[in-house]
């Protein structure tokens, strides 16, 4: 929508950490609870839970409301809803945007070069975020230990700083040796996926991500919202579903990741319908949506 429209960020304490990257991209940035008078001819709503004092605030200072909706059934009291991860949906029309072709990828990680296909992957990228509360990083690092008598690819781990189990991922990198690599606040994923052969991670728009970036990958959920996104990506092939993090053990995880590992062709086939299933005009198709809806 730049050029076309003027656009205005307000982010909560939690998107603090967006500010910068969002003003160098010529935005105009504002926190939660900024005092702003004015119009705005619509309100984009990116969050997973809307109260109804929430909406009725925004439907004050707009006339039309989008809501990025990351539940099974659109938004009510919105104008339009965004579904990206819906596998199918029932009240689709003017007011819904639903499915993977609707995903939320920036066009440049679908720009990035085909992998190699040796018989086991070489590189293998692992990121679950900037938090990971749970530490499915260390989850993850145990379960490729319990493989080193039968696959020992180089491994980049991505952390952020304020990540509560940060101190504990550097050791078990440590572990790792020389065939280890810790990027604490990666300032991009897309030179770091393109270089790896097979990516772990998180749900979440990473998945879509790595979905786009045309690499096979397996995705090991961290909260309920996650777990639709890794059904909605397996359903097409374009991931290994993990499960979620609450189930998972480094046991059960390593014999799926071998698995897959030791696929060649399947890896490839992964590949190609992530390609498919993400192709990075999703930010493209809904900026249409909304502007063709508005007019």
């Not at 003027?6 to 500010?19: H, Q």
């Not at 709503?45 to 605030?57: A, I, M, N, P």
């Not at 579904?83 to 003017?94: I, S, V």
């Not at 786009?212 to 397996?234: D, E, F, I, K």
Request: proline share 3%.
């Amino acid at each position: 929508m730049a050029g076309r429209v003027s656009v205005r960020f307000v982010l909560d304490p939690e998107g603090a950490d967006w500010t910068s990257r969002i003003m160098a991209s010529g935005f105009e940035v504002g926190a939660e609870g900024d005092a702003w008078t004015g119009h705005a001819e619509g309100v984009i709503l990116d969050t997973y839970e809307v109260s109804r004092t929430t909406l009725q605030h925004w439907r004050q200072q707009a006339a039309r409301l989008v809501a990025i909706v990351d539940t099974e059934c659109p938004l009510a009291g919105v104008d339009i809803s965004i579904m990206q991860w819906r596998l199918a949906c029932n009240e689709a029309g003017a007011g819904v945007l639903w499915g993977l072709r609707h995903a939320l990828v920036p066009r440049q990680f679908a720009e990035i070069a085909d992998a190699v296909w040796p018989e086991l992957p070489q590189h293998v990228l692992v990121s679950f975020g900037l938090r990971d509360s749970v530490n499915a990083t260390g989850l993850i690092i145990s379960a490729l230990e319990n493989l080193a008598a039968e696959w020992q690819p180089e491994v980049t781990i991505v952390a952020g700083a304020r990540a509560p189990h940060l101190e504990a991922v550097r050791k078990a990198v440590d572990r790792l040796g020389s065939r280890g690599g810790l990027v604490v606040e990666a300032d991009s994923m897309i030179p770091l996926l393109a270089s790896c052969d097979f990516a772990i991670g998180a749900g979440g728009i990473s998945a879509a991500e790595r979905a786009a970036a045309g690499r096979p990958s397996a995705t090991l959920a961290l909260n309920a919202h996650q777990r639709m996104v890794a059904q909605a990506l397996s359903s097409c092939g374009a991931t290994l579903d993990l499960g979620g993090v609450e189930s998972a053990d480094p046991e059960t995880l390593a014999a799926a990741l071998l698995s897959l590992a030791k696929d060649r062709e399947g890896r490839m086939r992964m590949a190609a319908a992530a390609r498919r299933a993400v192709d990075g005009q999703g930010a493209r198709r809904v900026a249409d949506g909304i502007l063709g809806w508005q007019s």
